[in-house]
């Protein structure tokens, strides 16, 4: 036990960024960089999303009040909430903000060397606009994939949040996965406590996102790894669930 904790402890410092030989990386080694979007197939039933310009009830919400106010909710009204609100979710935790002549990414969160390992998935469960099931948001496009139809969704993902019943309670969930091979292809072993760091930046950005239009969200780590990956569809090596929070109006 005691052996474990002391690796767990060493996963935190930086020690491995000095063992790490950074020019055997990918990237080092002339390999191309993975793509910053999962791809999809051109008939995928595809749903275009508000933009910022369009947008029509998105409040200005003073960065004081945002911090000031920033709280967990586990308790959510049984209200709605709309397309143009998790849109402006979307792009607050994962909107790209360019892309410059080099292909790096800007977005409107940070990540260690602008890697941004993650993919959204969403679970909708109540969303005006939106039928039930499982969704992923493509940042390049600021559009929505509908993945399929889940059966059973709120119990499946209650289920698999170790029976944390609020979280089946919310109008959508959203799901982060990591896909470590982007951030690796640049640091190598020195990429997953990178990926980690960078999932606490997503989520502040949803916490703070929420208050502008009258949500509360709560970050979920603890969870069933394998139910998770389970219920949205992921190999659970090559891309698998590293976060969760649900969001609902408070």
């Known amino acids: 036990m005691q052996k474990r904790i002391e690796d767990n402890r060493n996963f935190l410092k930086d020690y491995m960024r000095l063992e790490t030989d950074f020019s055997q990386t990918d990237q080092n080694m002339g390999i191309d960089p993975p793509p910053i979007e999962k791809p999809f197939t051109e008939d995928a039933k595809r749903i275009t999303l508000p933009k910022l310009e369009d947008w029509q009830n998105i ?9 000031r106010d920033r709280k967990s909710f586990r308790r959510f009204l049984d209200i709605p909430i709309d397309i143009e609100e998790l849109s402006f979710l979307l792009w607050a935790t ?21 890697r941004h390992a993650f993919e959204t998935y969403i679970a909708v469960l109540n969303v005006k606009g939106l039928e039930s099931g499982i969704y992923r948001y493509l940042p390049l496009e600021h559009e929505l994939l509908y993945e399929f139809a889940q059966s059973e969704m709120r119990e499946k993902i209650t289920t698999a949040s170790l029976e944390q019943a609020f979280v089946g309670t ?19 072993n020195a990429a997953h ?15 703070l996102a929420s208050k502008a239009v009258g949500c509360g969200t ?16 992921v190999d659970g090596n090559e891309e698998f669930v590293i976060y969760l929070a649900p969001v609902g109006k408070v």
Not at 94 to 114: F, W
Request: proline letters at 4%; one cysteine or more.
């Open 59 to 67: 409040k200005d919400c003073s960065l004081l009040a945002a911090i």
């Open 94 to 114: 994962q909107g790209i903000r360019k892309i410059s002549r080099t292909g790096v990414v800007l977005r409107n969160v940070p990540s260690a060397g602008n």
């Open 170 to 188: 919310a109008p959508v969930v959203f799901i982060w996965t990591a896909i470590p091979y982007r951030m690796e292809w640049r640091y190598s």
């Open 193 to 207: 406590k990178a990926i980690a760091i960078d999932a606490g930046h997503v989520c502040q950005n949803l916490y």
């Open 218 to 233: 709560c970050a979920i780590a603890a969870y069933n790894t394998d139910l998770m990956n389970k219920l949205i569809r």
